[in-house]
Structures are given as C-alpha cells and as structure tokens.
C-alpha cells in the first residue's frame, strides 16, 4: 500500500462550542458562534502497474509498456458540510472505469462507511497512456492470452486500492474553506472536420469547443491551499507511446502540486469526446499543455473566487438507453470475417450470445446522470464519452444563472455519448466508436434528450435548499 496522505484518525468536532456569556463590567455580553465550517480529507495512492501491461486507449498497440514517464494516481477528495452530509470525488489517471468496477467500489464504500451512491463520483482524466482494464473497451485490442491474461488481477487490485483511498480521505477531514472560480485554456481543438466523404478525426478550428477550466480551490482556515480540483473537455491524447504516463493532465497536476508543497491537485475530464489537444506527439507539447492548464488554475487560484457558502445535496440514477436497429445474424457472421480484429472481436461475442440462445438487449439500461450542488454550484456528472455539445447547451440553457459544471466520463464509461448532432453525422463518436466498445450498435435518435431530461430533473431537484427549510 503507497497511501502518500497524512490521515487524521479522530474527528474534529463540526460546530465549535460558541464562548460562554461573561458579566463584566455589570454588562451581559454573549459572543457570536463561530460559523459552522466544511472539513475536507484527501488520499493519493499511486497505481502504475508494477510489471509490464498492455495499454489503453489505441487499438494499434503491439506490446506492453516499456517503464513510465509519470506515475499515475487515483486520488480522493472527501467533503462534509456544515451539516455533516459527506461527497467524495475520486479522480484517477485511467482511460475509464467500466460500471463493473465502480458498482463494487461504491458499494463497498457504502458499507463501510454509509455512504449513499449518489454522494460518490468517480471520475478519470481519460489519459491513453495507463493500463486496460477488465470490461473497458473489451473488444479494441490484440493482444496475446499471456499479456490478456494480466488484466483481471490488476484490476482487482485497482478496485482495493480505489476503496482504501476514499476510505483514507474521509479518515482525513479537517476544517476547511471551499471557494471556486472559471479560468480558460485555448489547446483544445474540434477533430470532427467535415470532407467530401464524412466526418474525419482532424482538425476542425470551426468546430465546437469548450475552453472553461472550472476550479475547486480548497484551503485550510488559516489559508493555506490545501487541494485544487480542475477540469478541461479534451481528450488527454498528447502522447502515443509505450510509457506509463497522466498525460497533459498529470503534468498539469504535477505542476500545481510544486509550486504548492503540501497541496493535492486533482483532474477530471470534461465534455471533450470530440475535442484533441492539437498539435500532438511528443513530450515537449504534452508539458507544454500542461503547463497551460496549470496557469489557467494558478490564474483563477489568484482571481476572485465565489466562496462555498451553505449544505450539500446530490442524487444519482441510471436510465436506459436505446440502440439503433441491431445487426441481422447474417451481418455478424459478416464481420466475422472482417480483416479489423474489432470488428471480429465484437461479432464474435455476439454470435456467441446468440448460439446460448441469449437474447441481445437492444438497450444499455445502467447509464448514469449524476448531480451535486455544493452551496450555489450545481455539478453535473454524465457516463461515457461525452461530446462538447451538450456542455454547451446545458450550459445555455441551465448555466445562465447559476454556476454549472459538466464533468463526462463519469462513473461508468461505456461508449461515446453523442449528440443528436454528431449522431446524424456520423463518423467515429457518433458510430464506429461503438466498436470497441463491444456495443451491438449506434444509439438511437433519443439519446440526447433522454439524457437532458434526466439532468434538468436532477438540477430541479438538487436546487431546493434542504440546509434552509
């Protein structure tokens, strides 16, 4: 175990026992109480595998990783109240977590610790350069049954240490001023660029994108920063080698976390299925990107900053998403003999379930929408790959006034998640994208709404002041 935190074992009383009535003078004079303040615990415990693995995120990997450019960390920031309601956030450097990963991680926590589900987000920076994953991406890689056969025991592992370091973090909370703001960063760049024959993944300056940094600055009461969690809608894709590495996001909290000794810094990732940091390739660009990000949150660290004034409320649900029409037996047998190992990995498993006699679910019916307010904030958290546009229109149309943020790849990433938009037009995050990821097919036209539904009813119902009733 590498738990690199310093935990606090007994708890801190929450409301300070106001000063007793003094006379005086003959004068009877009663001090005002203190007011109630947030504790904050936070954890880090480090996961690079510690023998050579296959990769994540490219299909077009032939080896295991040859050693590591950065360390890679899961980390927690637990939260209480004024009134003792608790959150925790976990952030880590992953390209996903499959909800067969965090159903038995939350449900650990909650019996540990009874913490409810909906109080636990569980968020990755979605680098490409960390270790796969059992049910991540199940049908995107080649790899030999030696190499595949590594995969299961480490994630086992993942799931004990993802348990430990929210369990060290809410072992760790001590009073605490939360306050939060918006910077900017420009690197992230649209890569659906329109041809003559569809959408390609290149650069589209024209095309959407989402710039804001949002920042959590967390200090203690003599005001010192202790954590800074930020978030960025672009895919951490600078690097494509065989180094362990958190990308331009690790080096972003790398950065945060020297030029503040003592302070954590956590990462989570935005609505940037569809945007790249761009031009990319090499370690030279990653720690530029990385730099950039970092002073964007250095920038709003030393700006005016809203404090976080009041309780906590947060829900969580999953709805069923619907599939397009599923492919005919006779397709799957098709692309079973397709010369893409993708492509034959997924019909292959299909025509498996089929052989069992099982029935293909023409639904995904466990995806996740997930709201936080802490004080005036409202945080959105949605699954999968999610593109640009609906942190856009969230954000017109629910943004204007109150703050919001949107993280994706929240709490279960199990494809893309386009927008009616991108569904239409195709291409990669609207359709192929769905091939990798095991998925027997496109989403169907209702997606979008579906989703925002469920959001604008969870932001409905987060927003009543249950601190104030």
């Not at 056969?149 to 592992?157: L, N, Q, R, S």
Request: with cysteine; proline share 8%.
């Amino acid at each position: 175990m590498r738990i690199v935190s310093l935990l606090l074992l007994l708890p801190i009383l929450l409301f300070p026992v106001p000063s007793s009535p003094s006379s005086a003078g003959g004068h009877m004079a009663t001090a005002a109480p203190k007011p109630a303040e947030w504790k904050v615990g936070v954890a880090v415990q480090i996961i690079t595998p510690e023998q050579p693995m296959w990769m994540a995120g490219y299909a077009n990997r032939n080896k295991p990783a040859e050693g590591k450019l950065t360390e890679l960390y899961v980390k927690a920031l637990a939260l209480e109240d004024p009134h003792g309601s608790r959150l925790v956030l976990l952030s880590s450097d992953l390209v996903g977590i499959p909800r067969s990963l965090s159903a038995p991680v939350a449900a650990e926590v909650q019996k540990r610790t009874g913490l409810p589900r909906e109080r636990l987000m569980l968020t990755v920076s979605h680098t490409h350069c960390g270790p796969v994953l059992r049910d991540s991406l199940p049908t995107m890689y080649d790899m030999p049954p030696n190499e595949a056969a590594k995969i299961g025991p480490y994630t086992d592992k993942l799931k004990d240490w993802m348990i430990d370091v929210i369990l060290h973090a809410l072992a760790d909370l001590k009073p605490a001023r939360l306050s939060f703001g918006k910077g900017t960063a420009r690197f992230a760049v649209n890569r659906r660029k329109p041809t003559d024959k569809g959408f390609i993944n290149a650069a589209n300056p024209d095309g959407p994108v989402d710039h804001a940094v949002p920042v959590l600055r967390v200090d203690t009461p003599n005001g010192q920063l202790r954590a800074v969690v930020f978030g960025y809608a672009c895919h951490n894709t600078t690097l494509q080698f065989y180094q362990w590495c958190g990308d331009y996001a690790g080096f972003a909290q790398k950065y945060l976390e020297d030029k503040h000794p003592g302070a954590t810094a956590l990462f989570w990732m935005g609505c940037g299925a569809d945007a790249n940091p761009l031009p990319r390739g090499t370690v030279e660009l990653c720690k530029k990107y990385g730099r950039e990000l970092a002073d964007a949150v250095e920038d709003t660290l030393a700006g005016h900053l809203t404090p976080v004034a009041g309780a906590s409320a947060a829900t969580y649900t999953t709805i069923a998403l619907p599939f397009d029409k599923l492919p005919s037996r006779a397709q799957w047998e098709l692309e079973r003999r397709s010369k893409q190992h993708s492509v034959r990995n997924r019909a292959e498993h299909y025509l498996k379930m089929l052989d069992r006699g099982d029935k293909i679910d023409n639904q995904y019916r466990y995806y996740p929408v997930q709201t936080w307010r802490l004080g005036e904030l409202i945080w959105i958290a949605l699954g999968g790959e999610v593109v640009v546009d609906y942190s856009l229109r969230l954000q017109r149309e629910l943004g204007r006034d109150r703050p919001l943020w949107i993280t994706g790849y929240a709490n279960d990433v199990m494809a893309y998640i386009p927008s009616l938009r991108v569904l239409q037009e195709g291409g990669y995050e609207g359709d192929t994208s769905m091939i990798p990821y095991g998925m027997p097919a496109k989403w169907g036209p209702e997606i979008e709404e579906k989703i925002l539904a469920k959001v604008r009813e969870q932001v409905k119902k987060v927003g009543i002041r249950n601190s104030e009733k």
